[in-house]
């Protein structure tokens, strides 16, 4: 399971400033990230990487609260522990009737920044991911950003359009954090081609 406990908040003052639900608090975005971070660790770790606190190059104080990267490309994963129904309803995410398009247009820029951050070429989708914590369930894209709920993101995830081979996962991971591990390639099985 990836450990979230160090999670440092972004300043206010920086140019990567999260927007904050009015709703929110220190401890309810923490306990929203623990619930991303273990629904997170649902994925198969032989096609995906997760980080979490993801630190910004050149900005020693702001940190993405989990990037993901596997077939589909690099998600940028935002967890959101709102209070109040979430809904969405003809392009619009709401809570308790209240329009969230700042989240929105935050986690499309965050993930921006990280493409960015990292040099990405335009090959390598980089999507913005607000994850709701129960009993917000509400799953789909309102633009560029992907909808999902802590009980389904692995299904969702694992269900997006495969666009990176293995190798190019791996690389794109070792961008992230150097110290990540490639995995052994596969051995071909015998009486397949190469064995």
Same mark, same amino acid.
């Given at each position: ?83 109040? =129904?979430? #809904?969405? &309803?003809? *392009? $619009?995410? %709401? ?9 929105? !247009?935050? /986690? ?64 794109? =991971?070792? #961008?992230? &954090?150097? *110290? $990540?591990? %490639? ?9 397949? !081609?190469? /064995?």
């Amino acid at each position: 399971m990836v450990d979230v406990m160090g999670f440092v908040p972004v300043l206010a003052d920086s140019p990567w400033t999260r927007w904050r639900s009015r709703a929110a608090t220190p401890s309810r975005d923490a306990a929203g990230a623990r619930a991303t971070a273990a629904a997170l660790s649902g994925l198969d770790p032989d096609r995906w990487h997760v980080l979490a606190d993801w630190p910004v190059p050149g900005e020693p104080r702001a940190h993405v609260e989990h990037v993901v990267v596997g077939p589909p490309g690099v998600l940028v994963v935002d967890s959101k522990n709102w209070n109040g =129904a979430v #809904r969405t &309803a003809q *392009g $619009v995410l %709401r809570q308790d009737g209240s329009r969230r398009e700042r989240d929105l !247009a935050e /986690a499309a820029r965050t993930a921006g920044v990280v493409r960015e951050a990292l040099g990405l070429d335009e090959d390598v989708p980089v999507i913005g991911v607000l994850c709701f914590v129960p009993p917000a369930m509400v799953t789909g894209w309102i633009g560029e950003v992907l909808l999902c709920a802590t009980g389904d993101v692995v299904a969702v995830l694992d269900r997006l359009t495969r666009r990176l081979d293995r190798d190019r996962v791996d690389d794109v =991971a070792a #961008r992230l &954090a150097p *110290g $990540v591990a %490639r995995r052994p390639a596969l051995a071909p099985v015998e009486g397949q !081609a190469g /064995a």
